[in-house]
């Protein structure tokens, strides 16, 4: 009996990718955390297959040695040092990284599956690397995503200079958003604070935003600081609430001078970092979600999410684009 899908065990193996970052792409929408251990599995079976798929390739003709020895070479000695350039100037997120880093690993070269008659992936490239095509499939389907929010923000008649990579949402909604604040009291900003930075604050203080709006003038107060603030997180979109949090300030004497919202407090006393906020940043921050009914923020978007899809075409279709260049006949 014929099976569905007919390629080598490895290749098979290596299908695992598409339910393990579909789950990621739906974790990532929801809380912008994957945890670690989502890669460990992926990275093992990489090494596995590697080392099999070498010792095939070293035992085979001295054309299938030099083939897989140059792809391998090519995934992980460019693709792999180039997602972490790309993490290192923080075009990615850690999740986004390792995710590529495990591709790198399991896909230096291109797999073949034969379903129903068709031999997918169906467009390939010269040079043959899988982990390129699935990094420039996801670049390319994540560049369409501004264009995608400008459409919809126009489609509504939300007309704004952020409109490209923003959106507005109400101030009771932003505890569950992800992103930066565009706004700050002087007009609209590309780099506002980020959100995460925002709910870390809010729960060091033991506050939620509703809090903070119902009493802004008293709590912008730095006297009006928890003697002993609660653990921040790091900033997931969880609804966490220490009982009590802000109940004790601290004493008058200990007061910080001219630190507004206690911004400059707060990213002293935690133990690692806001994501980049600055005190300036934070207290503008909040100055505007304290005031404002509708706020502009850049949701960012998930970068698992295009490479979940960018590897799902890679295996189906293959590579966009030298699909593009051999549709416009520059192949």
Not at 33 to 48: C, H, Q, S
Not at 50 to 63: D, F, I, K, M
Not at 142 to 158: D, I
Not at 208 to 214: C, H, I, M, P
């Given at each position: 009996m014929s099976t569905p899908i007919d390629a080598s065990i490895p290749d098979l193996l290596r299908l695992l990718v598409v339910p393990v970052f579909g789950w990621a792409a739906w974790r990532d929408v929801k809380?912008?955390?994957?945890?670690?251990?989502?890669?460990?599995?992926?990275?093992?079976?990489?090494?596995?297959?590697?080392?099999?798929?070498?010792?095939?390739?070293?035992?085979?003709?001295?054309?299938?040695?030099?083939?897989f020895a140059l792809r391998a070479a090519i995934s992980l000695g460019f693709v792999a040092p180039l997602v972490l350039a790309f993490w290192w100037f923080r075009a990615f997120g850690?999740?986004?990284?390792?995710?590529?880093?495990?591709?790198?690993?399991?896909?230096?070269?291109?797999?073949?599956?034969?379903?129903?008659?068709?031999?997918?992936?169906?467009?390939?490239?010269?040079?043959?690397?899988?982990?390129?095509?699935v990094l420039t499939n996801t670049?390319?389907?994540?560049?369409?995503?501004?264009?995608?929010?400008?459409?919809?923000?126009?489609?509504?008649?939300?007309?704004?200079?952020?409109?490209v990579v923003g959106k507005p949402v109400r101030w009771d909604d932003v505890p569950d958003e992800h992103g930066r604040l565009l706004e700050t009291p002087d007009g609209v900003t590309r780099n506002g604070v980020d959100l995460d930075a925002v709910r870390m604050y809010l729960r060091?203080?033991?506050?939620?935003?509703?809090?903070?709006?119902?009493?802004a003038d008293h709590l912008r107060d730095p006297a009006t600081l928890p003697a002993e603030p609660n653990p921040p997180g790091d900033g997931a979109a969880v609804e966490v609430r220490a009982d009590g949090g802000a109940a004790e300030a601290i004493p008058d004497e200990d007061a910080p001078v001219?630190?507004?919202?206690?911004?400059?407090?707060?990213?002293?006393?935690?133990?690692?970092?806001?994501?980049?906020?600055?005190?300036?940043?934070?207290?503008?921050?909040?100055?505007?979600?304290?005031?404002?009914?509708?706020?502009?923020?850049?949701?960012?978007?998930?970068?698992?999410?295009?490479?979940?899809v960018g590897t799902a075409v890679a295996l189906t279709y293959g590579d966009l684009l030298f699909g593009a260049i051999a549709f416009f006949g520059l192949a």
């Open positions: 809380t912008r955390r994957v945890p670690n251990r989502t890669w460990y599995p992926l990275a093992a079976l990489a090494i596995v297959l590697l080392a099999v798929e070498g010792w095939q390739a070293w035992t085979g003709t001295p054309y299938e040695t030099r083939a850690g999740a986004d990284a390792k995710a590529f880093l495990v591709i790198a690993a399991l896909f230096p070269t291109y797999p073949t599956y034969e379903v129903l008659g068709w031999v997918l992936p169906h467009q390939q490239t010269a040079v043959g690397v899988f982990s390129l095509t670049v390319l389907l994540g560049a369409l995503y501004p264009l995608a929010v400008f459409a919809r923000n126009a489609a509504a008649g939300r007309f704004s200079s952020v409109m060091w203080r033991g506050l939620t935003l509703a809090d903070l709006r119902e009493r001219d630190d507004p919202w206690g911004a400059a407090a707060f990213l002293a006393d935690i133990d690692h970092g806001a994501y980049g906020t600055t005190p300036e940043g934070l207290r503008d921050g909040l100055d505007v979600l304290t005031r404002e009914e509708r706020v502009w923020v850049s949701p960012g978007i998930p970068f698992v999410v295009p490479l979940f």
